[in-house]
């Protein structure tokens, strides 16, 4: 028996503790009075499920507020783990036993509620964001912003108001992967739109802007009961749109006596369109203000530690309404078809929106029956992809999601827009199509497309032409700030000494997912392949059943960009954007392992949902930038001889060295290959893959300079398949300073030997490398025979005869087979290297039966399988299987076989 003073009750009273309590958290006693104050709401004639998760709810959703113990309140989850490893029954009875005396202080102090202490991060393998990154974060968000993604969103929200769709909810999400600048538009949209933001990042998380712990705790704390589900959630868009429009009347009332007034004075009279249009003007321009002024009350002040205190009460107020709503709201008896309607007070959802809508618009100036339609109110759910876990009962045939969509189908009708902020393949969830909700009565309206547009490149230092030098775009300052805006804001809110370091560290945190590096578990998971993928600008073959779900996977946790995307993910487009910052990150995870890039790829579990590429041009690429890293060690820049010396057997190179050109445009040129281009260097440390043939042209080839990167060429690019940009470092990039290194790949074993013809389809001025207008620089040319039986280096060492000087100076390089003996540095991974040629020639992987990952069956089921599936195409290959009708070709197969073996 103890005595305590409660801090509710008052007067002190003897305590029976029915569980021994372990008290490790410093709980302020402000804490315990709100949550005691809310305990006191507990139903004790609900099932014992729904009393826990209440009283989780109410002690979460008020201990959670407080910075000093946020990170050690434990989660729902973790909460029913505490209380199933104590005794349900022992912690029902001491809810009772609270309730009877009024006394909540030893049920609040119960280790139920606290989190298990989290493991070295140097084991789990998760870090964290360092103190200057965290504190980097704060100040990046505030920042000006710049481009135009917001003025993008407000236009696609603003056609997805028209009032001619016939759409089930006026909701849909933005997809992207981190850092693209999401959370950042739709703030910026807030400064002109009312806009009411809400985090459901989960607390004890880290991230920015902070998470509404309060709220989360409200929108996750739900049992199995779908009709009280349906009851809460009414509630809480009830007060949510009752209380923005309290505080929004408020401001009004509040507005300074000597600033322009936020309510114009509007003609009763009718109008005249003229008038109307004047009218309008003025109602945007005092919802502007109204929407500036709430969104500085809403942010003002935040920290990565939480919200500012406004915040907090705003949503106390909203949850205590919900409540309130929740416990007293009966059904409405006019709603005649569909899930039922609530209503508080004679109000409902509907009524709340239109007296928030009248507020804003009194006379629906802004409104229109034709065309898109300007919004008056967006609800902006941010990391808003735990509402489509909850609840946790995967039977279940609903989400939160789901029920609140249902909500919000209520409000259709008016100009009020919802957005769900996703880093998540959860799109799918966010944006399905109706007739996938079996539960939904008007299957004959839509979803909303998913919104991908998002801010890339409006960080970046403007390049221009005749005004950057190398050695200025190889710079961390301006690699950071190329592609999205997460890596530039943050290294100009960096502190100078540590800018570089901190960068380093936070672009390889960020691609994988927050774990330090690459484990020998993880070398053949996704984190590997998105390493590669940003590299080799990887593209996913989605014929392959797979592929839709890693490319998920990839954007949700690896920083993979998603271009387009349509209710359903029925069509998902994705790249691995051009970001030299992510990819220097990439290639430190990768030696991390010290295995090779090419054993990694060819290894990967994922690999057959991977584009190889029929010509064998991911095998050169992997091969070329083999021989970059080996030759930059210490720098970003690589002298291109020493790239080449890299890429080419000691034998071979010294050959070359010292070798006249195979053309030149003087006769007289007696020049070696290490004296013409002893002056130029290259900076690359990834691909980008071009569209357009007159991309790699001198006139746009400096520009993949400035962003480190070789280029991969358009599928019907005449003659070259790689192009590799080199330059003077001395002079200004230009087209003026520029010239290549071009490619040709060929996966054909007829190619044995030095073709002529080929190097013929690799004319500078063919190819539009140059226009006959430019005085040529001079250029390698390399053709990679990769599937030739024949190995080894060929070139001519004596220049062309010729009467007259050619169009160009530059040589050519064959290179036969895959061999040590034609590629420097291979010897150990020659078998990877075949393996991904030999799959790059297949249109798919049927025939290694990977589609299933069924590691149960054995090597003989496989390839009798296999056999059979061969079986179904007839004659396209040389194989057995598929020459099934042809018993004479399967002889002399089989003697040719015996025969040369």
Not at 272 to 299: I, P
Not at 309 to 324: Q, S, T
Request: proline share 5%; with cysteine.
């Amino acid at each position: 028996m103890q005595v305590h003073d409660d801090p509710v009750s008052g007067p002190s009273v003897q305590l029976v503790h029915t569980i021994p309590s372990v008290v490790k958290l410093d709980i302020p006693d402000q804490a315990i009075r709100e949550a005691s104050r809310f305990l006191r709401n507990i139903n004790l004639d609900d099932p014992d499920d729904q009393i826990l998760s209440d009283v989780w709810f109410y002690v979460y959703g008020k201990l959670s507020q407080y910075p000093t113990i946020s990170g050690s309140i434990a989660n729902e989850d973790e909460f029913h783990a505490n209380v199933k490893r104590k005794g349900e029954k022992e912690i029902l009875e001491l809810v009772k036993d609270s309730a009877s005396r009024n006394s909540w202080l030893d049920l609040i102090h119960n280790d139920v509620f606290v989190k298990k202490k989290s493991a070295d991060p140097s084991k789990s393998g998760r870090i964290s964001l360092s103190e200057p990154l965290a504190e980097a974060t704060e100040r990046a968000w505030n920042i000006p912003f710049r481009g135009n993604a917001a003025d993008v969103l407000l236009m696609i929200i603003s056609t997805y108001l028209d009032s001619g769709r016939q759409i089930y909810a006026r909701q849909t999400s933005i997809v992207n992967s981190s850092g693209t600048g999401k959370s950042r538009a739709v703030d910026q949209v807030a400064r002109s739109v009312i806009t009411v933001p809400m985090c459901l990042r989960g607390v004890g998380t880290q991230g920015f802007p902070p998470p509404d712990a309060a709220l989360l705790a409200l929108l996750t704390s739900f049992g199995a009961d779908q009709v009280a589900v349906a009851r809460r959630l009414h509630g809480f868009v009830y007060s949510l749109l009752a209380v923005t429009h309290d505080y929004l009347e408020k401001i009004a009332s509040q507005w300074p006596g000597d600033g322009p007034t936020p309510f114009p004075t509007l003609s009763d009279r009718d109008l005249s369109q003229v008038e109307r249009d004047e009218q309008a003007l003025l109602v945007k321009e005092r919802q502007r203000m109204l929407a500036v002024a709430f969104r500085d009350n809403m942010t003002i002040g935040q920290a990565f530690q939480g919200p500012n205190l406004y915040r907090k009460g705003f949503f106390e107020k909203i949850i205590e309404i919900a409540n309130k709503f929740e416990k007293e709201c009966v059904q409405a008896l006019d709603k005649k078809e569909g899930p039922p309607l609530y209503k508080y007070k004679n109000e409902g959802v509907v009524e709340a929106g239109t007296k928030l809508s009248r507020f804003i618009d009194p006379k629906q100036l802004l409104d229109s029956s034709d065309g898109p339609r300007h919004p008056l109110v967006i609800l902006s759910f941010d990391e808003s992809q735990i509402l489509t876990d909850t609840p946790k009962d995967h039977w279940q045939s609903w989400t939160v999601f789901t029920e609140l969509r249902r909500v919000l189908h209520e409000l259709s009708h008016l100009p009020i827009f919802s957005l769900f902020l996703s880093t998540t393949g959860k799109a799918l969830s966010f944006s399905p199509a109706i007739q996938s909700d079996p539960s939904l009565r008007r299957t004959d309206l839509s979803s909303l497309h998913p919104i991908t547009e998002i801010s890339f490149d409006d960080l970046a230092h403007p390049a221009m032409e005749d005004d950057i030098m190398l050695s200025q775009v190889v710079q961390t300052d301006w690699i950071s700030h190329l592609g999205r805006p997460l890596f530039g804001s943050h290294y100009d809110a960096l502190a100078e000494d540590i800018k570089n370091n901190e960068m380093m560290h936070f672009a390889r945190m960020k691609l994988l997912n927050a774990r330090p590096e690459l484990t020998d578990k993880t070398l053949t998971g996704p984190g590997a392949l998105a390493c590669l993928s940003v590299r080799f600008a990887l593209e996913f073959d989605l014929s392959n059943g797979d592929a839709r779900s890693v490319a998920r996977e990839h954007i949700e946790n690896h920083m993979r960009l998603c271009v387009a995307a349509t209710t359903g993910l029925e069509t998902l487009i994705t790249v691995a954007g051009s970001e030299p910052l992510l990819a220097e990150a990439a290639r430190k995870l990768l030696d991390l392992t010290q295995k090779t890039h090419v054993s990694l790829l060819a290894n990967n579990s994922d690999l057959n949902c991977v584009d190889r590429g029929m010509r064998g041009e991911l095998v050169a690429a992997l091969l070329i930038m083999r021989a970059r890293d080996a030759s930059s060690i210490t720098s970003r820049t690589v002298r291109v001889t020493d790239f080449i010396k890299a890429l080419l057997p000691d034998d071979d190179y010294e050959k070359l060295q010292n070798s006249r050109p195979h053309h030149s445009q003087d006769i007289n040129d007696t020049r070696t290959f290490e004296e013409i281009f002893k002056g130029y260097t290259m900076w690359f440390n990834h691909i980008i893959r071009t569209r357009d043939t007159d991309m790699i042209n001198i006139r746009h080839l400096w520009k993949f300079i400035t962003r480190g990167a070789m280029v991969m060429c358009a599928n019907n690019q005449r003659g070259v398949d790689i192009v590799l940009p080199i330059c003077d470092p001395s002079r200004k990039l230009s087209r003026h300073n520029v010239t290549a290194i071009l490619v040709q790949v060929k996966n054909d074993k007829n190619f044995n030997g030095y073709n002529r013809t080929l190097f013929d389809g690799l004319d500078p001025f063919d190819v539009n490398l140059f226009s006959n207008e430019d005085p040529p620089f001079p250029v390698i040319r390399m053709v990679f025979a990769l599937a030739s039986a024949q190995t080894g280096v060929s070139y001519s060492t004596v220049p062309e005869r010729r009467h007259h000087g050619g169009r160009f100076t530059g040589y050519d390089i064959w290179f036969s087979g895959l061999s040590e003996k034609t590629f420097k540095g291979i010897e150990g991974d020659v078998d990877s290297y075949k393996k991904l040629l030999t799959r790059s020639l297949q249109p798919h992987d049927a025939y290694e039966l990977n589609e299933t990952k069924d590691y149960h069956q054995g090597k003989l089921t496989k390839a009798a399988r296999a056999s059979l599936r061969r079986r179904l195409e007839p004659l396209a290959d040389v194989g057995d299987e598929h020459n099934h009708c042809h018993p004479l070709h399967n002889l002399k197969s089989t003697q040719h076989e015996l025969t040369s073996g």
